[in-house]
Each structure stands twice: as C-alpha cells, then as structure tokens.
Nanobody, 125 residues
C-alpha cells in the first residue's frame, strides 16, 4: 500500500528556512517521479519541484530558493526552502507519479496517483 507522510511544516518569518520531509512506504521512491506541490486558500494546487532518478525540475517560483532531494536509504523526499516569502504560505503536499520527468514540466496534478496529507507552511512578513 502506497503511503506518503509529510512533516516539517511550521511558522517562520520572511527570509527564514524550513525543510519538509516526505516519508514514503509501500514502494521504492527513487524509481518514480516524486514531487512537491502546494495549495494556498482559494488557489489551485501548483507544482513546486520534482525529482526522478537524480534529475530535478523546479517551478519558476522555487528556482534559486528551494532544493528537492531524496535519501534513498530512508525512502524519504525532502524540500529545503530558503529565503521564504509570505506568498510561500500554503499547505505543502508530496506526490508520486509513474511518468518520466521532462526538462520542462508543468506538474499537472492529474499525473500523480498518490498524495500525502500535507504539512502547513506559514510565512509572516
């Protein structure tokens, strides 16, 4: 049974950092496309970053500030978020997909078949 459990969210001031974790079970995450999404109140869910077999893709909003990574031994996905802004405030989710990861990827949520329950990130100004 595929299960994804996020943790690491919290409240920080603008300019601060957080590291999100997503513990995967029921499958070996390094063989699949793993991604982080976020959803703010009243807005659509948007992809933030994806990783598959070491290749990474970032949304423009995340480039230069966020880093996605994996610990294969722990079957865990991470999102290191630096220089956080109030507009980064959202519920953050990890998700898994069978598809490949192209160099330019728009992260359509329909590509992803399993999701975690989310972890809240709140950035105050």
């Amino acid at each position: 049974q595929v299960q994804l459990v996020e943790s690491g969210g919290g409240s920080v001031q603008a300019g601060g950092s957080l590291r999100l974790s997503c513990a995967a079970s029921g499958f070996t995450s390094r063989y699949y496309l793993m991604a982080w999404f976020r959803q703010a109140p009243g807005k659509e869910r948007e992809g933030v970053a994806g990783i598959r077999r070491g290749s990474t893709v970032y949304a423009d909003s995340a480039k230069g500030r966020f880093t996605i990574s994996q610990d294969n031994a722990k079957n865990t996905l991470y999102l290191q978020m630096n220089s956080l802004k109030p507009e980064d405030t959202a519920m953050y989710y990890c998700a898994v997909s069978y598809r490949a990861l192209p160099e330019k990827y728009s992260f359509p949520p329909g590509d992803f078949g399993a999701w975690g329950q989310g972890t809240q990130v709140t950035v105050s100004s």
